[in-house]
């Protein structure tokens, strides 16, 4: 339970923080539990108990592995709650959407073509996103 945050915020093998658009549905669980409560209690109690029990093993990364791979199966869950943030939003909100989605766009770029690839698996004595090494050679964003 205690890794739970880093599947989703964590710098290495997060899915925020490899893709930036899963904040918005995130946002969305807001918007859904307003209008829809029984329907953001189903989704968010799905994709807690599905983390929770992910969480629990010590090596939840899985040594060599793609950025947020044991949360995988609860991000299409999380379409609808996205789904529900941009019916909710007006002009800034949407901006702020789609913004995310081209930073989530340009990092996914970033990963699968840079290097033939290279940059898609991290290994967990890295210490950092090996995509933010590529992106800025000069300043140290792993550490930042």
């Known amino acids: 339970m205690s890794c739970m945050p880093s599947l989703l915020l964590e710098q290495e093998f ?3 923080a490899n893709a930036p658009v899963y904040s918005i549905a995130v946002a969305g669980l807001a918007a859904l539990w307003r209008e829809h409560l029984r329907l953001a209690l189903e989704l968010g109690g799905l994709a807690f108990s599905y983390l929770a029990a992910v969480a629990a093993y ?3 990364w899985g040594g060599w592995s793609a ?8 991000l299409l ?3 609808l709650s996205a789904a529900a943030h941009w019916a909710r939003c007006r002009t800034a909100g949407r901006a702020t959407a789609l913004a995310a989605l081209v930073v989530s766009l340009l990092i996914t770029a970033t990963i699968a073509l840079a290097d033939n690839g290279r940059l898609l698996f991290n290994d967990r004595t890295e210490g950092g996103a090996r995509w933010t090494d590529r992106v800025s050679p ?3 964003l792993p550490g930042a």
Do not use: C, D, E, K
């Not at 950025?67 to 609860?74: D, K």
């Open 14 to 16: 997060g899915v925020i």
């Open 58 to 60: 010590h090596m939840w």
């Open 138 to 140: 000069i300043a140290n």
């Open 67 to 74: 950025p947020a791979r044991f949360a995988v199966p609860t």
């Open 77 to 79: 869950v999380f379409g």
